[in-house]
């Protein structure tokens, strides 16, 4: 089954520095409609505009996982870690026992990216921050980016995937879901098992191991692939 959500629905917040939209309920916007997707907690499309940013905050128990779209963001924690991640490259902490972390947008253009949160299958662990760098350019497939499993260049503390693709107008493919998963897309529009998404829309695919998608323009998408929470 294929639930659309688009993005005109999603929770809304605009703090100047800081446009969002919310994909589960996060900070003051609340639905019980909408509390997450599995182990997947929050997602955030986030425009970060230049020179602002995070300040040092905490976190504790929570996989998160920040995929840039546009401009860069640049990290510092309480474990020493630094570091810049751009645009189609990706972030990854595991705040474990707990860690403060600021999130800051050096760049003097605004910053876009989706902000992450993945409930983990391990408490208390030591904290950890990594980055990759991707290739860029239209691929036709998707490039698996997280998983908790070693199989990918970032790891995490969940049985979940996370992949990611550019694609030409009018590529093909086939995606293999190992629980369900969550498809976001970044840019463009396309088919998802006959389902139409433009940029900005998002869908649930449950009760298939089997996805179809289409590009009906130059495309950006990202799959995430999680287990329900026990």
């Known amino acids: 089954m294929i639930n659309v959500i688009r993005y005109e629905d999603l929770g809304m917040a605009n703090h100047g520095w800081l446009k969002a939209r919310h994909h589960f309920s996060f900070a003051r916007y609340y639905d019980p409609q909408r509390m997450g997707f599995g182990a997947l907690r929050v997602v955030n499309d986030d425009i970060i505009l230049a020179g602002a940013g995070f300040d040092m905050h905490p976190h504790a128990n929570m996989e998160i996982i920040t995929y840039v779209r546009k401009g860069a963001i640049t990290h ?9 991640t751009e645009a189609g490259n990706v972030q990854v902490m595991s705040a474990g026992t707990g860690v403060y972390h600021s999130e800051f947008n050096l760049e003097n253009e605004d910053t876009k990216l ?17 980055a990759h760098e ?6 036709n497939e998707l490039t698996l980016l997280v998983s908790g499993d070693g199989k990918a260049p970032l790891s995490i503390q969940q049985d979940a995937r996370i992949y990611a693709g550019r694609l030409e107008q009018d590529a093909v493919l086939s ?8 498809v976001l897309v970044s840019e463009g529009e396309i088919q998802l098992n006959g389902k139409a998404l433009k940029a900005g829309d998002a869908a649930e695919a449950t ?3 089997q996805l179809k ?7 950006e998408i990202l799959v995430i692939d999680v287990p329900e929470l026990n």
């Open 175 to 182: 995606h293999t879901v190992k629980h369900q998963a969550y």
């Open 207 to 209: 009760e298939t191991k």
């Open 134 to 139: 991707f290739p860029k350019g239209a691929t």
């Open 76 to 84: 510092r924690d309480s474990q020493g870690n630094k570091g810049r």
């Open 213 to 219: 998608i289409i590009a009906n323009s130059e495309a």
């Open 114 to 130: 989706y902000q992450i949160w993945i409930e983990p299958n391990k408490q208390n662990i030591e904290p950890a921050w990594d």
